[in-house]
């Protein structure tokens, strides 16, 4: 049972390339979310996608994109990476929306540095 | 902005002594968790406290809640060296989202 795993670790990206971060959950669940953590700000929410199929914005999601691809997978894509999106992206999920006394289950973090 | 902040900021404490560890939030809730985050890892739910309940414990934790006041408090007694770590308090916002504060930084002297 492997729970929330993310794809890539690290990465480092030049000034305008794109790439995707992937997420999986292994654990039936509705909710997923992407965070952005910088020093000093503690998590701030990109998207999150309270089932397959539907996606909303966070506190930060300009200069990216998700994609709820099935109820397993939900992907963060930068088209043009820019220098201020270097941080450490976190995933996580729930076990239903709309229930809400459950908690979070987070990956071990994407740390992606962008030159 | 962010619905949670945490007091204070950053924290050092002798082992042994008890840590606490505040949290004020803006709108109301359906509940509000306790998460921690050693260094350079991904962060762990420690406790759920619902917004009916006052107060909930869990090992050595121990977190109030005042919704009055929009506050919550999280205690650690006893503390060891394994507790150093960062420590969040995140609560559950409009249309569902876990929306976090920046966090305690907390150090365990030896």
């Known amino acids: 049972n492997a729970g929330v795993t993310q794809t890539p670790k690290f990465q480092v990206l030049k000034t305008g390339q794109s790439m995707t971060l992937q997420c999986a959950q292994d654990?039936?669940?509705?909710?997923m979310y992407w965070y952005r953590q910088d020093p000093g700000m503690g998590l701030r929410l990109i998207y999150y996608?309270?089932?397959?199929?539907?996606?909303d914005k966070g506190e930060v999601p300009n200069g990216y994109n998700v994609s709820r691809l099935n109820k397993r997978e939900f992907s963060l894509r930068l088209e043009s990476a820019a220098p201020s999106q270097t941080s450490v992206y976190f995933c996580?999920?729930?076990?239903?929306?709309?229930?809400?006394?459950?908690?979070?289950?987070f990956g071990q973090g994407t740390r992606l540095t962008v030159v | 902005s962010q619905q949670g902040e945490e007091d204070p900021q950053a924290l050092s404490i002798q082992e042994g002594e008890n840590a606490t560890m505040n949290c004020s939030y803006k709108?109301?809730?359906?509940?509000l968790q306790w998460y921690r985050q050693n260094s350079g890892r991904g962060l762990v739910h420690l406790i759920l406290?619902?917004?009916?309940?006052r107060e909930k414990h869990s090992g050595r934790l121990r977190v109030t809640l005042d919704t009055s006041k929009k506050s919550s408090s999280l205690l650690i007694t006893a503390s060891r060296a394994a507790d150093t770590a960062s420590y969040f308090c995140?609560?559950?916002?409009?249309?569902?989202?876990?929306?976090f504060g920046k966090g305690t930084r907390l150090h365990i002297l030896p």
């Open positions: 709108t109301s809730i359906n509940n």
């Open positions: 996580a999920s729930r076990l239903r929306d709309r229930v809400p006394n459950t908690e979070a289950f």
């Open positions: 406290i619902r917004s009916n309940e």
């Open positions: 996608s309270a089932s397959e199929g539907t996606t």
């Open positions: 995140a609560t559950k916002g409009r249309d569902d989202k876990i929306i």
């Open positions: 654990m039936n669940h509705n909710s």
